[in-house]
Antibody
Framework: QVQLQESGPGLVKPSETLTLTCTVS????????WSWVRQPPGKGLEWIGY???????NYKSSLKSRVTISVDTSKNQVSLKLNSVTAADTAVYYC??????????????????WGKGTTVTVSS | DIQMTQSPSSVSASVGDRVTITCRAS??????LAWYQQKPGKAPKLLIY???SLQSGVPSRFSGSGSGTDFTLTISSLQPEDFATYYC?????????FGQGTRLEIK
């Protein structure tokens, strides 16, 4: 049974870089997409981006200038870097295995396995 | 971006009730809609994908329907463990977007 575990600092100072790691256990990182999703306190879910195990990425356009998602297949890990953070980046951050399904000419995506999430607070 | 609007934002119901939650997309998304359940302090859990396909292990009292712009999630007979917040999600075009959530509360 695949399990995901997010890790990283719980507190980040404004203007600094948030770095999180998602470790995948019980299965291979290969042949899947891996998304990062965040949830500000008391609010809904926001997709940040995904990476395919080959390294191909897709980011939310409004975050694209600040986000980097990378994969290390040898460690079965996916990482998220978000730079120049502000208080608006305070949230619970989730990694999620993402299924990509080809329908005619288009891929569709849904997230079938989630980590427990890690809380990141941006504050000085 | 495709906007996903859920209604109602919150609903109160009793154990045994039948409940329907609606999700409307700002443009057509074919049948590529997913539904998630989230309990307080927990990660979301996939319930339904492709509008009506039940994820493995999810009880059959959950069902989904719809295509194009209008979708529904139905819980046929509410159980105590079903009280949670429910989100819809589209991926027809990037960015992947979620509805604002529907909170299902005990009456």
């Amino acid at each position: 049974q695949v399990q995901l575990q997010e890790s990283g600092p719980g507190l980040v100072k404004p203007s600094e870089t948030l770095t999180l790691t998602c470790t995948v256990s019980g299965g291979s990182i290969s042949s899947h997409y891996w998304s990062w999703v965040r949830q500000p306190p008391g609010k809904g879910l926001e997709w940040i981006g995904y990476i395919y195990y080959t390294g191909r990425t897709n980011y939310k356009s409004s975050l694209k200038s600040r986000v980097t998602i990378s994969v290390d297949t040898s460690k079965n890990q996916v990482s998220l870097k978000l730079n120049s953070v502000t208080a608006a980046d305070t949230a619970v951050y989730y990694c999620a295995r993402t299924q990509g399904v080809l329908d005619v000419k288009h891929y569709f995506y849904y997230m079938d396995v989630w980590g427990k999430g890690t809380t990141v607070t941006v504050s000085s | 971006d495709i906007q996903m609007t859920q209604s109602p934002s919150s609903v109160s119901a009793s154990v045994g009730d039948r409940v329907t939650i609606t999700c409307r997309a700002s443009q057509g998304i074919s049948s590529w809609l997913a539904w998630y359940q989230q309990k307080p302090g927990k990660a979301p859990k996939l319930l339904i994908y492709a509008a009506s396909s039940l994820q493995s292990g999810v009880p059959s009292r959950f069902s989904g329907s719809g295509s194009g712009t209008d979708f529904t999630l139905t819980i046929s007979s509410l159980q105590p463990e079903d009280f949670a917040t429910y989100y819809c999600q589209q991926s027809t075009s990037f960015p992947i977007t979620f509805g604002q959530g529907t909170r299902l509360e005990i009456k």
